[in-house]
């Protein structure tokens, strides 16, 4: 099946500084990837939708300042978290669907990044 | 609106019982359904799909589903379980809108 590459797979960073995670769909096109964040013990929230070219669209109640979003391409998208805090230490998961599929396409997810704000 | 319900966060069964966890769903259009399962500290792995061509699904692992409209159910079930079984388990439903809906998530525990 597809593949979605997520990386990195853990990442360890001091408050204030900024990570990026980067997401690729490594043999298909994704004209649309989903940033996701998981709490310990809890379902995925939809942080943002990223469109190609375009402005990614966020949930209510993410702070599109606080974690940025670019798709520049159509196999690459990639969420900054500003200005970390040790409350951005999550799960970070992200997923795509074949641009070329239809509505009953499944979503290919990345390994996930679990970020730590120290 | 769409949503997905799962019933039960935990589910302890012994090695080679039935596995079953529940899932209901709400759609105001035809569904397609999806369970995906995740071992710790990786992401969600596709066990099945529903896309209407067959209301009994069978996906990896010896896990299968069942469509059933009149319920507004999709559950999934294992005949016999195994110790590798044991991790979070979540349903999903997808809307034309490319996106998905998740379930919170049912922890599936095999007791040897």
């Known amino acids: 099946g597809a593949v979605v590459s997520q990386h990195p797979s853990w990442v360890i960073c001091k408050s204030g500084t900024s990570v ?34 375009s402005k990614a669209t966020y949930e209510q109640g993410v702070e599109k300042d606080k974690f940025l979003i670019n798709h520049a391409s159509l196999t690459l998208s990639t969420l900054t978290v500003t200005s970390a805090h040790p409350e951005d230490s999550s799960f970070y998961i992200c997923s795509a669907r074949d641009a070329g599929g239809n ?11 679990r970020l730590t704000v120290v | 609106a769409q949503s997905v319900t799962q019933l039960g966060s935990h589910v302890s069964v012994s090695e080679g019982a039935l596995v079953l966890l529940r899932c209901n769903y709400s759609s105001s259009v035809p569904p397609y359904l999806f369970w995906y399962v995740q071992y710790p500290n990786q992401g ?23 469509f059933k409209k009149s319920e507004t159910s999709f559950h999934l079930t294992k005949p016999s379980a195994h110790m590798s079984d044991a991790a979070e388990y979540f349903c999903a439903l997808a809307n034309t809108g490319n996106q998905f809906y998740f379930g919170t998530g049912t922890s599936l525990t095999v007791i040897p």
């Open chain 1, 20 to 53: 990026k995670i980067e997401c690729r769909s490594l043999d298909f096109q994704a004209t649309t990837m989903f940033w996701y964040r998981q709490f310990p013990k809890q379902s995925l929230m939809l942080m943002a939708t990223s469109n190609e070219g």
């Open chain 1, 103 to 113: 509505q009953n396409t499944e979503a290919f997810f990345g390994q996930g990044t």
């Open chain 2, 44 to 66: 969600l792995q596709l066990l099945l799909k529903y896309t209407s061509a067959a209301t009994l699904v069978k996906g990896i692992n010896g896990f299968e589903a069942e």
